[in-house]
């Protein structure tokens, strides 16, 4: 099984700073098996990225998303009050799914 | 446009069967792979499985001799079975269609306790 790991657990940042999200894998992912996800408190996770680098329907482009192999990198831009929220990344692998365990993104 | 929606008893005994149901609009529920997967309360995602339009399924190894999971066309559902249910299994549990390899969109989640 590839185990993500992300970092850093908590990330705290200020509106309009750039964010920088990793998420590490034990093995090689595919670039195209390689997916984000945001969860706000008491919602359902919201995907952001697929392949790697593809900004899902109506994800504003302050989101982009690269990296290949082990080493995959969530950005924003400049963050919006709403962006604060806990991301995670997805790989698919051998008919498995696994997900990291999430960075939060808190207001400083 | 798919729109899911998790229904199911929200209080389960230890060593009884939890089970979910996952009604699907704007789309055939024959048509798609669908996924199940749980968040225990501050804790992170974890998948449960998938299954194909064939009928084919893929479960968490870590939950595979326990899962099984099914569809009903006539009612446009996906349903989830958990067996011997202890309170490791106490989570909010999120119904999802599988595209190619993400997924999108999800339920809003039920949260399911499981205690006596």
């Known amino acids: 099984e590839i185990v993500l790991t992300q970092s850093p657990g908590t990330l705290s940042l200020s509106p309009g700073e750039r964010a920088t999200l990793s998420c590490r894998a034990s093995?090689?992912?595919?670039?195209?098996?390689l997916a984000w996800y945001q969860q706000k408190p008491g919602q359902a996770p919201r995907l952001l990225i697929s392949g790697a680098s593809s900004r899902a329907t109506g994800i504003p482009d302050r989101f982009s998303g690269s990296g290949s192999g082990t080493d995959f990198t969530l950005t924003i831009s400049r963050l919006e009050p709403e962006d604060f929220a806990v991301y995670y990344c997805?790989?698919?692998?051998?008919?498995?799914?696994?997900f990291g365990q999430g960075t939060r993104l808190e207001i400083k | 446009q798919l729109h899911l929606q998790e229904s199911g008893p929200g209080l389960v005994k230890p060593l009884e069967t939890l089970s979910l149901t996952c009604t699907v609009s704007g789309g055939s529920v024959a048509t798609y792979y669908w996924s199940w997967i749980r968040q225990p309360a501050g804790e992170g995602l974890e998948w449960i499985g998938r299954r194909s339009p064939s009928g084919s399924t893929d479960y968490n190894p870590s939950l595979k001799s326990r899962v099984s999971m099914s569809v009903d066309t006539s009612k446009n559902q996906f349903s989830l079975k958990l067996n011997s249910v202890t309170a490791a299994d106490t989570a909010v549990y999120y119904c999802a269609h599988w595209n190619y390899w993400w997924f999108d969109p999800w339920g809003p989640g039920t949260l399911v306790t499981v205690s006596s």
């Open positions: 093995q090689s992912v595919s670039s195209t098996y």
């Open positions: 997805q790989q698919y692998g051998s008919s498995s799914m696994t």
